[in-house]
């Protein structure tokens, strides 16, 4: 609703608060007239400034200059922490850039790397995957030699029906133990898979099949969700019949616990016949920069963007960083909570973790709906979680639904040393939040589907400091050359908003090109400013090199001119008592252009009616961020569009307040927020004449 500008006299005292203690923090983190310089750290500062610097790390400063200054010496080391079956050449060859290639001429094996060499160390009987699913109520374990045993004997299968080294292998499964060893059985004969998210439609998943062409497709009878089952074999049935390229075969995994599919008796064969098949098969060694997997990631065109990955790079710096990075130890337990078909459920619940040799936890469930919101506690109690990686937005729900710890008090959490967010922006009241509930450090870092890992963190095994500035994703992970650059290309100054490049070339593990499109490849990443990469998010570096990402480059509103971060609207309104989640985007205004737009949802034991609450985000943006961000729209809603990886659908939410045709993505979480969501906008004015959004 509209709300006046002139109210913040009637703020209480709680509001009046909140605002005095963020102004307090800016004014405490101050601004120096100094500059990091990445290529050189604190080297050319003197003494005091390093004195002074409660954030200052000699083991990572060293890392990090010798990554960029001594790249070949640098890498060569990290290459060491998995195991080659013939040496590299040359660890650099940059003569082709943006096509740059690490450790050529190397050869090795991605499941050799992740299985073998621990079950050949004496490591067979160590439980590899812990699969939790409230939603079949089951708990499975996996040992490391239960995993080589089927993924070798699903390997020979694969080679017996044609699949070699450069072939592709899709992959449609829900999470389960049998989607990684759908992977590792793929890479293990040198072939590329191609992991679909279950959420896509056949439509989303026809394309895929179509551009990646793969020899055979592996998929599950069924996904689950809290209120309904999802059949991927009819989902995939459908998207065979409307390809226009058709696999060889189907293998099919029978969840037989949720609901068996009708097999094709041509096309598909059963998961059991399948390992029985054939014996078990050798790794098949491929070259370092042959590709690992193929990615589908969003993109502006109707086309695929397929990321493709390197071999070599990518599992060498996965198995580094799990240590330098996180910090895990080789006997810790390790949970991601997140998809096997998004690039965090490829890095860190299926590669990192098993390359490094410790335990992966599978959560099959949701942070509140199964059936409970102290779900994430009993999976830390119940598997002895030492860390864990999600999205923020996992904590927003828990603590949207039970504020008080009601679910999650009967639980231990001491085995828990850390927990690590990323995936979108992390508001600081979420993150103090978690922190006082689990009582440990919630270290935020940022990266790409395109990376593999995280560009800019708070590297653990490096040192970094635990208590990192409010609000930063951490400094650049060793090999980023990372930038601020102005729309002309020259840099920003240290605390200047804007777009985060990276300077070439990117460190090993990076994305190679886009399958089948090096042209698009060249154009979308590394035409804009010649000479980097172009992360296409906005932020900015303070005085201790510390990198702040605020938001897409997309969702950065241009009002009158002035640049605003959703991010930091977004973060100012979250720290409201009453509000539990919020999105911020830009709508159409006749004077400025376009101006800022708060959808929000109430805490269920709010107080405060939305009247009041709109009243006292108003003043709150505009005693912290100014006048110059001309808020004055926000409403309640009953939720908001968000993936299951956590995203927040925020064009979708500007297209429809446009008037534009909406289009749901099979992955968002709750379609039907949309009819309120169309409802709020144009209580605001907005959404006038607009379609009623579709799913696709």
């Not at 449609?172 to 989607?179: G, Q, S």
Request: aromatic letters at 10%; glycine letters at 8%.
């Amino acid at each position: 609703m509209l709300t006046s500008v002139n109210d913040s006299d009637a703020l209480d005292s709680e509001t009046r608060e909140i605002i005095d203690k963020r102004k307090e923090g800016i004014t405490a983190a101050g601004i120096r007239n100094t500059r990091y310089d990445p290529r050189n750290g604190y080297a050319e500062l003197d003494d005091t400034f390093i004195k002074e610097n409660p954030y200052y790390s000699q083991t990572y400063e060293e890392a990090y200059k010798r990554s960029l200054n001594k790249p070949e010496e640098f890498w060569a080391e990290i290459g060491k922490h998995v195991t080659w079956t013939k040496p590299w050449k040359k660890v650099l060859d940059n003569t082709q850039q943006p096509f740059t290639k690490w450790f050529v001429g190397g050869e090795l094996n991605a499941c050799y790397n992740a299985i073998d060499r621990h079950v050949e160390s004496g490591k067979g009987t160590k439980v590899a995957l812990i699969h939790d699913s409230p939603l079949t109520k089951t708990v499975r374990k996996v040992t490391y030699a239960e995993l080589l045993n089927t993924v070798s004997h699903l390997a020979g299968a694969l080679a017996k029906l044609g699949v070699g080294k450069g072939d592709r292998v899709l992959i449609y499964m829900p999470l389960i133990p049998e989607t990684i060893m759908a992977m590792l059985a793929t890479v293990r004969l040198g072939a590329v898979h191609s992991v679909v998210f279950g959420g896509f439609a056949a439509r989303e998943l026809c394309t895929r099949i179509e551009h990646a062409e793969p020899k055979v497709i592996i998929a599950a009878s069924c996904g689950v969700e809290p209120n309904k089952i999802i059949r991927y074999k009819d989902i995939l049935n459908e998207a065979i019949e409307w390809s226009s390229f058709k696999p060889e075969k189907c293998i099919i995994f029978q969840r037989r616990n949720v609901e068996i599919a009708t097999l094709d008796v041509e096309m598909d064969i059963l998961w059991e016949d399948a390992l029985k098949m054939a014996g078990p098969h050798p790794c098949v060694s491929v070259e370092a920069n042959e590709p690992l997997y193929i990615l589908y990631t969003s993109g502006t065109t109707a086309q695929p963007k397929g990321i493709q990955r390197p071999v070599g790079g990518h599992i060498a710096t996965l198995a580094w960083s799990m240590w330098n990075t996180y910090g895990m130890g080789t006997e810790d337990v390790w949970w991601t909570a997140s998809d096997l078909g998004w690039v965090v459920g490829h890095s860190y619940m299926c590669y990192g973790p098993l390359l490094y040799g410790i335990t992966s936890v599978m959560y099959e469930g949701k942070p509140d709906r199964t059936p409970d919101p102290g779900q994430y506690f009993r999976i830390i109690n119940d598997h002895k979680v030492n860390a864990i990686f999600t999205v923020p937005t996992s904590f927003r729900v828990i603590k949207r639904e039970d504020p008080d710890i009601v679910y999650g008090r009967k639980y231990s959490t001491k085995s828990l040393k850390r927990i690590f967010v990323a995936g979108e922006h992390c508001d600081y009241e979420t993150k103090a939040w978690v922190e006082k509930t689990f009582n440990v450090p919630v270290l935020n870092h940022w990266w790409q589907t395109e990376t593999g890992h995280a560009i800019t963190a708070s590297c653990v095994g490096l040192g970094h400091s635990l208590s990192p500035p409010k609000y930063t994703t951490g400094m650049a992970f060793p090999g980023y050359d990372v930038r601020i650059l102005k729309e002309d290309g020259s840099e920003a100054a240290p605390h200047e908003l804007g777009r985060i490049a990276v300077k070439l070339p990117l460190p090993p593990g990076t994305m190679t090109t886009l399958y089948q499109a090096p042209e698009r490849f060249c154009q979308v990443y590394f035409s804009k400013y010649p000479g980097y990469y172009d992360t296409m998010d906005a932020g900015y570096i303070d005085e201790f090199g510390y990198i702040y990402v605020m938001a897409r480059d997309d969702d950065v509103i241009n009002v009158a001119g002035h640049r605003i971060s959703t991010a930091a609207l977004e973060d100012v309104i979250l720290s409201h008592p009453d509000v539990a989640d919020a999105a911020v985007v830009g709508v159409p205004e006749s004077t400025k252009g376009e101006i800022p737009a708060c959808l929000f949802v109430m805490k269920k034991n709010a107080r405060k009616s939305e009247a009041v609450i709109n009243r006292e985000l108003v003043c709150m943006v505009r005693e912290l961020i100014g006048p110059i961000a001309s808020f004055r729209l926000s409403v309640a809603v009953r939720g908001l569009p968000r993936t299951r990886s956590g995203k927040t659908c925020r064009k979708s939410i500007s297209d429809l307040a446009r008037n534009k045709f909406v289009k749901i993505s099979g992955t968002v979480e709750d379609p039907t927020v949309y009819r309120d969501i169309k409802s709020a906008l144009q209580r605001i004015g907005y959404a006038r004449t607009a379609p009623d959004p579709q799913l696709y």
